[in-house]
């Protein structure tokens, strides 16, 4: 295929899965051989997040208002004055409306994507690839992630099984302080603010278990709290992408939040317990159980997926020896998604189907 130039706009709600998703896509797009500029109104994240950059992404800020504080000029700078040859808006983020209307002085017009939020509901299926016409005549696409052949899938990098299949835990874990001791389980957690924890806790210090905390409320909470003999715990620092994603797979059960890492405990292979966006009127526990409907998880491993989003009490976790039936139900789900097609290579054929004149680019 072309080389293609993209423009991939993002707000950040939640520095850990917005700018992650958006910065993962917009590598792996560059490791196809495009080009990807990447402007967001916030990417403090990536400091700590992707230290090195990636050849092939510039990261732009987010334009200023006509009339807002700063240097003299247009508030649309000139590295955005030409549209690329697909313009994502990640999330509904909606681009500044300067670039809206560079899009429609644009010949031929970009391809206009708003990439979505990931969900495993049945709905996506049917929403996924409709068009939204817009007012001044451009059309905007919706372009759905999720978990079946129907949606737009889940981002995966080329040679990920390979680099997984080679990694040693061991080295890794001693190298940054976390060496397991004899008999000790090892448990990562990344979470938003959780009432089910202190029952986790009590649970987890009935086995010898290391608690690998990720900054922000895992930490917060944790420290709050008091700990049961068998338990100890470790505070990690920010981590960069590929960083985190050694850290699950070093883990023996790994709990993530969101997105990003939703995704990412998939790909690393042990047990994991999600817990989605939490909201007030309960709306997520329908995603909960979307999710659960797919994986198709033992009666016990989903009662803890439940508890975890608030939804029952915590169940207990058990010994690593009666975790056999869980991993097995997730490592024949992750197979299915393996053989379906990733994220950024749906995404590129589906710009390339809608361009007027696809693999072009504007220089």
Known sequence: MAALRWD???????????????????????????????VLDDSS????????????????PWPRPSGAPGPAGSPLPARLSTPGDVVIEAFGCDPPPAFVAAMRRATPPPVWINLEYLSAEDWVERSHGLPSPQPDGQ????????????????????????ERAAFERTPWLAARGAAPRPGERVVS????????????????????????????????????????????????????????????????????????????????GPPFVW????????????????????????????????????CAPWPGLGALSNWVGWKAALERWRAGLLRQ???????????????????????
């Open 341 to 363: 097609t990733d994220l950024a290579t749906q995404l590129r054929r589906f710009a390339l189907s809608k361009g007027e004149t696809p693999g072009f680019s504007r220089g």
């Open 189 to 268: 957690l990344f979470c938003y603010a959780n009432d089910a924890l202190p029952a986790l806790l009590d649970d987890l210090g009935r086995t010898p278990t290391l608690v690998l905390l990720t900054p922000g409320p895992a930490q917060a909470q944790v420290d709050a709290l008091r700990r049961a003999p068998g338990l100890r715990t470790l505070r990690l620092p920010w981590l960069e992408q590929g960083e985190y994603d050694r850290l699950l797979w070093s883990s023996d059960l790994n709990f993530v939040r969101g997105e990003d890492s939703l995704v990412r405990a998939i790909w690393a």
């Open 275 to 310: 817990q989605a966006y939490p909201q007030a009127d309960g709306a997520h526990h329908a995603k909960v159980e979307a999710l659960l409907g797919h994986i198709a998880l033992p009666g016990e491993a989903a009662a803890r997926v439940r508890a975890w989003n608030g």
């Open 45 to 60: 994240a990536l400091a700590w997040m992707a230290p090195h950059g990636c050849p092939g992404v510039e990261v732009l």
């Open 8 to 38: 991939i706009f993002g707000r950040v709600i939640d520095n850990y899965g917005d700018v992650g998703v958006c910065w993962r896509l917009a590598a792996q797009l560059a490791a196809r051989g495009d080009a990807v500029r990447l």
């Open 139 to 162: 059309t905007k696409w919706f372009f759905f992630p999720g978990f079946t052949p129907r949606t737009g899938g889940v981002l995966r990098e080329d040679g990920l099984a390979a």
